[in-house]
Nanobody
Framework: VQLQASGGGSVQVGGSLRLSCAAS????????MAWFRQAPGKEREFVAS????????LYRDSVKGRFAISRDNAKNTVWLQMNSLKPEDTAVYYC????????????????WGQGTLVTVSS
């Protein structure tokens, strides 16, 4: 399974970006997809997740109302729409997939993409 993340870039405060994560592999199948991020000098943190089957989402508190995660099951693709960006959103963003059912939407991910850098400047 390969996860290809794209869409990062540099924006000013208040700007928007849309990240994409395309999943591929001979028999790709997963339970949930998520975005994580890692800022310089900090640990990686959960941003948002979505279940393939019913689209149920979860967000970290600091991005609620600004970020939106969505998916296209037919295309095996997940997006993260990021609006009203703040300097503290600056990080490398990673998409991840849970291969099987997990009770936790914020941990136990099996596959990871390569990361895409988002830089928000004031």
């Amino acid at each position: 399974v390969q996860l290809q993340a794209s869409g990062g870039g540099s924006v000013q405060v208040g700007g928007s970006l849309r990240l994409s994560c395309a999943a591929s592999g001979r028999t790709f199948n997963s339970y949930r997809m998520a975005w994580f991020r890692q800022a310089p000098g900090k640990e990686r943190e959960f941003v948002a997740s979505i279940r393939w089957s019913d689209g149920i989402t979860l967000y970290r508190d600091s991005v609620k109302g600004r970020f939106a995660i969505s998916r296209d099951n037919a295309k095996n693709t997940v997006w993260l729409q990021m609006n009203s960006l703040k300097p503290e959103d600056t990080a490398v963003y990673y998409c991840a997939a849970q291969a099987w059912f997990s009770a936790s939407p914020v941990a136990a991910y099996d596959y990871w993409g390569q990361g895409t850098l988002v830089t928000v400047s004031s």
